[in-house]
Structure formats: structure tokens, C-alpha cells
């Protein structure tokens, strides 16, 4: 499978929702190395499964306390819920971190998203998922983002 293919694939996920650039995630065909399309495929079962548990806590949690049944275990490692408080506050780098959603999230439909998981490290691309957890509310997660490292204090040039 190829990051292609796995776009292709989102609709398998019925508590997820890919709201992304699908030309960044794609991007990621032409720069892969190892098992990035690997590990993205396992964090978007994990989330699939964390989202259909309705359960009350974040994502990491979840990852750290897996329930008995869990058919799909992500690294709560791999797993960041907040930005620094430096990226959070750099204009620009924040306007990267924020990602079209539906309307029924934000009036604007972009949400500045947090949330993110480690696809793959080793090199300047090192992509990351970022995603919203509104399972509170709709019972879905927003992906917003598959795509390359977005800057931050030891990205920026």
C-alpha cells in the first residue's frame, strides 16, 4: 500500500473523516522510507477503534490503558496532544496546524489542531497526522493532516 491508496481507503473508517490536503498526504509517496504507510494504517485503525469505544478520555490515554479487546494498539509514544506553547503562539506556524472541519465544529470551518501523532522520524520529512477528537459530540475524529514535518523551533530555517 502507498499513502495513494490509503487515502482511497478512508471511507473504511466510518468514525473518521479525512478533511486534509490529499496532495500533501500523497506528496509522501515520492519521500517514503520504511514503514511510514505502515504506521499511518495503524494509527488511523487505532483511532477508528479509540472513536467507536466512545470512551471518556483522549486518545493517549486510551493508547497508555488499552481496553482487553483492543484488536488495534498505537505507541502512546508516538502520541502528542498539545503543542508547545512556542509553536501554539507563532502565527505562522500555527496557520500550518490549522485545518479545514465542518462547519458544526467551528463557524469559521478550520480548527487550529493540536493533536498529533508520529508517522516517522529520521529525517527532514518525518511526517506527522494531526487530527481533532470530537467524539464528545458527533462521535467522530477529524483528520486533518498526513503529511510532511510542519515547522516548528528545530524545523525553522
Known amino acids: 500500500m502507498n499513502f495513494a491508496e490509503l487515502l482511497a481507503r478512508m471511507g473504511e473508517f466510518p468514525h473518521l473523516r479525512f478533511t486534509g490536503n490529499a496532495k500533501r ?32 478520555c483522549d486518545f493517549r490515554r486510551w493508547c497508555e490503558n488499552l481496553p482487553d479487546s483492543c484488536q488495534h494498539p498505537f505507541p502512546s509514544g508516538k502520541v502528542t496532544m498539545r503543542e508547545s506553547e512556542t509553536v501554539a503562539n ?3 506556524w500555527r496557520r500550518q496546524r ?25 529525517n527532514t520529512v518525518s511526517p506527522r497526522l494531526y487530527f481533532h477528537d470530537d467524539t464528545a459530540n458527533s462521535g467522530l475524529v477529524y483528520v486533518g493532516y498526513i503529511g510532511a514535518h510542519l515547522d516548528n523551533t528545530h524545523t525553522y530555517r
Do not use: K
Open 25 to 56: 498526504t500523497r506528496e509522501l509517496d515520492a519521500q517514503c522510507i520504511g514503514n511510514w504507510v505502515a504506521v499511518a494504517w495503524d494509527a488511523l485503525c487505532a483511532l477508528e477503534e479509540y472513536a467507536a469505544s466512545r470512551t471518556s
Open 98 to 122: 490549522t485545518f479545514p472541519v465542518p462547519e458544526s465544529i467551528t463557524p469559521t470551518a478550520r480548527l487550529f489542531m493540536q493533536s498529533h501523532l508520529r508517522i516517522g522520524s529520521g
Open 90 to 92: 507563532h502565527h505562522d
